[in-house]
């Protein structure tokens, strides 16, 4: 009896130890919360402060250019004046060759976004087929090499021939020079799976599709958002290269048709609005890709 009851007593002391280290690691918690604030906030300072860095040091380097060239490159207050005017209303539409900076910007998402998606569900299935398969491997990879480094602007002539449109050849270029980086990094992802998850869905019977949305893909997908984040900057970059070769409108057609004008303020104006447009796609992707990696 004494024993069970020296058994029962030290139970209790242990719960009411383990209860009170619980108590204390909660209170400690909500002590902290105030210093990770905090910390968070400097951190955010820090960041603002280097990013006004960034640009204090390309304005400095833009008013030096500017005196090199003796004033032929506008400089960045008659720049951002042109900017502020082109913002303002950016949704006029006097003509086909006069609409304004906002209309020209949603066209060409529409055509980077087109190309990106048809890109993206090529690139995917394939890379998965690469990295699950060996022979799949030996039979892409070749192609994959020879195809990744031609310019767009060589794909230029062949969209046209086979589309016979100006408009869809540009969306052809996006596809066909946007899908290499997601399917290499969908292979290598897939390719990457550690043989101990193999193992167990082996151990457990998985059915491959099971196997599939359980292991393969869970495992693989921050690699396949990194590829999706790589993509979508290769393609806001092609389509300025696209727009000014098959005119019309766009983001690519006002850069060529403001340098035809000799406004090189617009020109500027334009790199500045690809610029930001392209950062922001990379937060974006920067975030969805830190929401599924493993910590």
Known sequence: METATSIVEESIIKRSIESRTIIKKEVKNENNKPNLFLMKAIEAIKSAAYAALGLGLILVMWTLLCKYTHDELPGPIATLTVLWELIRDPFYD?????????????????????????????????GILMGASDISKKIFYPIVQILKPVSPLAWFPIGLVVFKNSET?????????????????????????????????????????RYLTKILIPYSLPHIITGL???????????????????????GFFVWDSWNALSLERVISAILIIGT???LFDKVFTYFEKKVSYK
């Open 229 to 251: 984040r790589l993509s979508i900057g290769v393609a806001w970059l092609v389509i300025v290269a696209g727009e000014m070769l098959s005119g019309g409108t766009g983001i």
């Open 277 to 279: 447009v392209g950062l």
């Open 169 to 209: 050849a540009t969306v052809f270029i996006i596809f066909i020079t946007s899908l290499w980086s997601t399917l290499i990094n969908t292979a290598f992802g897939v390719s990457s799976i550690p043989e101990d998850h193999k193992n167990v869905a082996k151990a457990f019977g998985f059915s491959k599709f």
């Open 94 to 126: 006097y003509g086909p060759n006069d609409k304004g900076i906002g209309l020209q910007l949603i066209s060409s998402l529409g055509r980077v976004f087109s190309g990106f998606l048809m890109g993206s569900l090529v690139a995917i299935p394939v």
